[in-house]
């Protein structure tokens, strides 16, 4: 049955389905993390908060061959990655 928009609704007119509100449940998503490539002969250095988690943006290149003098200390900077 065609309805006429310019026409008033009455009793006799039927109404439309109403849709029914869903329910929406809030869910944790990890956000995803951008492939970050390595330049040969380089690791990818992250500095790590005092209970060992990554700080958020610490990230850096530092050479591959030299980085344990400096960043050796695993409590402080962890290699995040290498090149494969």
Do not use: H
């Given at each position: 049955?065609?309805t006429?928009?310019?026409?008033?609704?009455?009793?006799?007119?039927?109404?439309?389905?109403?849709?029914q509100?869903?329910?929406?449940?809030?869910?944790?998503?990890?956000?995803?993390?951008?492939?970050?490539?390595?330049?040969?002969?380089?690791?990818?250095?992250?500095?790590?908060?005092?209970?060992?988690?990554?700080?958020?943006?610490?990230?850096?290149?530092?050479?591959?061959?030299?980085?344990?003098?400096?960043?050796?200390?695993?409590?402080?900077?962890?290699?995040?990655?290498?090149?494969?």
């Open positions: 049955m065609e006429n928009p310019n026409e008033t609704p009455n009793e006799n007119t039927p109404l439309p389905d109403i849709l509100p869903i329910q929406v449940i809030t869910a944790e998503v990890p956000q995803a993390q951008p492939e970050i490539e390595v330049p040969p002969g380089y690791v990818l250095l992250v500095a790590l908060n005092e209970d060992g988690t990554d700080i958020p943006n610490s990230e850096f290149f530092y050479p591959e061959k030299s980085y344990k003098r400096f960043y050796s200390n695993e409590q402080k900077y962890r290699v995040k990655k290498k090149l494969n």
